[in-house]
């Protein structure tokens, strides 16, 4: 397979521009196929905004263990980004066929108590072919476990040379 068709999503369907960010989770959540990467670990998106998303997971000790693993961390990073970054696509994306990892990085801060975890992610600048984002990483008593950042390249549509 050629390089540039391993960047092709299989889709990228948008949300509603009209609708609320409430009624975007609701459709998303309804007429999505979770990816299934999310679907192995157990995360769940809870929320979303312009720019934002929260992603829930529900430690399960037989799959999960008694500690999340610092690669577990590393995905609701990448993933809460990645996420919120999606958010962000408006009528002036159209041309957008995938987004894709560039750069992850992760900060492990304390230990976690309960058994779940929130990932709120956040883009902090978009430009036309890269994002930059970051994600904070909280257990169910509000304890921030880890921060991150990621970096996401953006991959449009050839554009047609005038002429």
Do not use: C
Request: charged share 25%; no cysteine.
């Amino acid at each position: 397979m050629p390089k540039a068709g391993r960047w092709r999503a299989e889709e990228m369907p948008r949300l509603p521009q009209a609708a609320t960010w409430e009624e975007r989770l609701t459709l998303m959540k309804a007429t999505w196929t979770p990816r299934p990467f999310w679907k192995l670990l157990g995360m769940e998106p809870v929320q979303l905004g312009p720019g934002y998303s929260k992603l829930r997971l529900r430690l399960q000790p037989a799959k999960h263990g008694r500690w999340p693993h610092g690669g577990l961390l590393s995905s609701m990073v990448d993933s809460s980004v990645g996420l919120a970054l999606y958010t962000t696509y408006g009528p002036e994306d159209e041309d957008v066929v995938a987004h894709a990892t560039a750069d992850l990085n992760i900060s492990f801060l304390d230990s976690m108590q309960g058994d779940e975890l929130f990932a709120e992610g956040r883009i902090i600048r978009k430009a036309r072919m890269a994002a930059f984002g970051t994600s904070e990483i909280r257990d169910s008593k509000g304890t921030l476990i880890a921060v991150g950042r990621a970096t996401f390249l953006i991959r449009r549509e050839p554009q047609e040379a005038a002429g």
